[in-house]
Nanobody, 122 residues
Framework: VQLVESGGGSVQAGGSLRLSCAAS????????MGWFRQAPGKDREGVAI???????RYADSVSGRFTISKDNAKNTLYLQMNSLKPEDTAMYYC?????????????????WGQGTQVTVSS
């Protein structure tokens, strides 16, 4: 399984970006998929998760500003990011779990993309 992110870039605070993650396999078969981010010197953290039934969960820091979605016809995962803040600056990673179990932490996901950089300036 290959995951390829795109859509990152540099924006000013208050701006928007949409990240995409193209999967090499049927995303309809995923148990869950998610977006994580990692800022320099910090641990990788979960941003948003979408489960196979469409249920979504968000980190408190992005709730109300970010929206995760999945288009199974295109095998693509998205993250719409609005009202961006400088503290959202990080490398963003797409991840997938195709076997089951928990869908919350880094160790719950076995497939990862290479990441796309998001930089938000004040």
């Amino acid at each position: 399984v290959q995951l390829v992110e795109s859509g990152g870039g540099s924006v000013q605070a208050g701006g928007s970006l949409r990240l995409s993650c193209a999967a090499s396999t049927d995303t309809d078969n995923s148990h869950c998929m998610g977006w994580f981010r990692q800022a320099p010197g910090k641990d990788r953290e979960g941003v948003a998760i979408i489960e196979s039934d469409g249920y979504t969960r968000y980190a408190d820091s992005v709730s109300g500003r970010f929206t995760i979605s999945k288009d199974n016809a295109k095998n693509t995962l998205y993250l719409q990011m609005n009202s961006l803040k400088p503290e959202d600056t990080a490398m963003y990673y797409c991840a997938a779990n195709f076997w089951g179990g928990y869908c919350q932490d880094v160790q719950d996901f076995g497939y990862w993309g290479q990441g796309t950089q998001v930089t938000v300036s004040s």
